[in-house]
């Protein structure tokens, strides 16, 4: 149980264009999904908390604007990188909450690599 | 403001030699304690939730300890799949905190 899965597992593509990446929880449902950042050998880094029907909160320094989330279901959570450059090439992880426990399990990540 | 450190960040063991990894933190109230385990590449897997000094968990050859200061992994009489890298991370309230993580190399 509690399986969660990302889409895509590997994304290039070229400067300027948008990318969305897919975070689902499989077996249970979650109102609140997590969006992390992961730069070589360096820890998870927290983006975004992203809740079910409302609107997702970021961490201090990430652009809302440039990182979209969308939550609109208990098993889906949506994280779009917009006029996506260079920088932003990295492992994206998601992870999902049960609701009524504290533990986070992620799912397999998804890496951007922006030309 | 709640801080998690990890030691060491490397350890290299022989298959068979046991060891600890250590998880030291400061927390203004505990909410759980989490042990993932992260292969290169991969999403973190959950391994364990501590949640009060004295608490223990076990699976397999690891098992989880709780302080009120510190975490141990113990990992007993490790084996080459056991390489990966160990995150310690506390409950802040609504997100991980996570420490930088132990990585560990089993050579036969």
């Known amino acids: 149980g509690a399986v969660v899965s990302q889409h895509p597992s590997w994304v290039i593509c070229k400067s300027g264009t948008s990318v969305k990446i897919e975070c689902r929880s499989l077996d249970f449902q979650a109102t609140t999904m997590f969006w992390y950042r992961q730069f070589p050998k360096q820890s998870l880094m927290l983006m975004a908390t992203?809740?079910?029907?409302?609107?997702?909160?970021?961490e201090q320094g990430v652009e809302k604007d440039k990182f979209l989330i969308n939550h609109a279901s208990l098993t889906l959570s949506t994280l779009t990188v917009t006029s996506a450059h260079p920088e932003d090439s990295s492992f994206y992880i998601c992870?999902?909450?049960?609701?009524?426990?504290?533990?986070?399990?992620f799912g397999p990540g998804t890496r951007l690599l922006v030309l | 403001e709640d801080q998690v450190t990890q030691s060491p960040e490397a350890l290299r063991l022989q298959e068979g030699e046991s060891s600890s990894l250590n998880c030291s933190y400061t927390?203004?109230?505990?909410?759980?304690l989490f042990w993932y385990r992260q292969d290169p590449g991969k999403g973190p897997e959950f391994l364990f939730t501590?949640?009060?000094a004295g608490e223990e968990k076990e699976k397999e050859r690891l098992k989880a300890t709780l302080t009120k200061k510190e975490s141990f992994l113990h990992i007993t009489a490790p084996k080459p799949e056991d390489s990966a890298t160990y995150l310690c991370?506390?409950?802040?309230?609504?997100?991980?905190?996570f420490g930088k993580g132990t990585s560990l190399l089993v050579t036969p």
């Open positions: 991370a506390l409950n802040s309230g609504y997100a991980l905190n």
């Open positions: 501590l949640y009060s």
């Open positions: 992870s999902a909450r049960p609701d009524s426990v504290e533990t986070q399990y």
């Open positions: 927390v203004s109230g505990l909410r759980g």
């Open positions: 992203s809740n079910e029907g409302s609107k997702a909160t970021y």
